[in-house]
T-cell receptor, first 116, second 115 residues
Framework: AQTVTQSQPEMSVQEAETVTLSCTYDTSESDYYLFWYKQPPSRQMILVIRQEAYKQQNATENRFSVNFQKAAKSFSLKISDSQLGDAAMYFCAYRSVQGGSEKLVFGKGTKLTVNP | DAGVTQSPTHLIKTRGQQVTLRCSPKSGHDTVSWYQQALGQGPQFIFQYYEEEERQRGNFPDRFSGHQFPNYSSELNVNALLLGDSALYLC??????????????FGEGSRLTVL
């Protein structure tokens, strides 16, 4: 079974600075998807960024980018120019592509605080 | 364009009771998944419904059951509630066709407290 580990329960960053959230995963599959989701206090999970394992190029969405190291099974999220609205729980998630699975396996999350 | 809506937002039950949670998917979506998020944990997959049938199930007991209606809305039922069932229950919708983009649209959840 696949597992996702987020080793940083909490992180903090100063407004306008850069922060990196870590995620490692375990799988025997060669093709899969990885995601970062954001959960603000409103509780609604919002997709931040997505990476397909067969793509070597790291995904980027505006101020958010990932460092995908397939051999190391590592998938970190970098937030540049942090804003107060970035404060939230961040979850790393894995999805298999085998068998038409749409099940997401989530890590335990990292709470990000942005200080003004 | 309405997103995923869930009801109720909060509810309190006692052990042994039964609960029904409801979800309306995002407009145009035909697949609904349910997740349980215990306090301080990431969401855990319960099951997924497509074409009114359970398509995939996570590691949850039979006390957890669901239903999908012809209009794609869904219900999650939990029988014989235990204290450990206290959690935020998240509904997510997606479109099961073509190339899967990987994006699920989540509702704000139903917070269940079992006393």
């Amino acid at each position: 079974a696949q597992t996702v580990t987020q080793s940083q329960p909490e992180m903090s960053v100063q407004e306008a600075e850069t922060v990196t959230l870590s995620c490692t995963y375990d799988t025997s599959e060669s093709d899969y998807y990885l995601f970062w989701y954001k959960q603000p206090p409103s509780r609604q999970m919002i997709l931040v960024i997505r990476q397909e394992a067969y793509k070597q190029q790291n995904a980027t969405e505006n101020r958010f980018s990932v460092n995908f190291q397939k051999a190391a099974k590592s998938f970190s999220l970098k937030i540049s120019d942090s804003q107060l609205g970035d404060a939230a729980m961040y979850f790393c998630a894995y999805r298999s592509v085998q068998g038409g699975s749409e099940k997401l396996v989530f890590g335990k999350g990292t709470k990000l605080t942005v200080n003004p | 364009d309405a997103g995923v809506t869930q009801s109720p937002t909060h509810l309190i039950k006692t052990r042994g009771q039964q609960v029904t949670l409801r979800c309306s998917p995002k407009s145009g979506h035909d697949t609904v998944s349910w997740y349980q998020q215990a306090l301080g944990q990431g969401p855990q997959f319960i099951f997924q419904y497509y074409e009114e049938e359970e398509r995939q199930r996570g590691n949850f007991p039979d006390r957890f059951s669901g239903h999908q209606f012809p209009n794609y809305s869904s219900e999650l039922n939990v029988n014989a509630l235990l204290l450990g069932d206290s959690a935020l229950y998240l509904c997510a919708s997606s479109l099961a066709s073509g190339i899967y983009t990987g994006e699920l649209f989540f509702g704000e959840g139903s917070r269940l407290t079992v006393l």
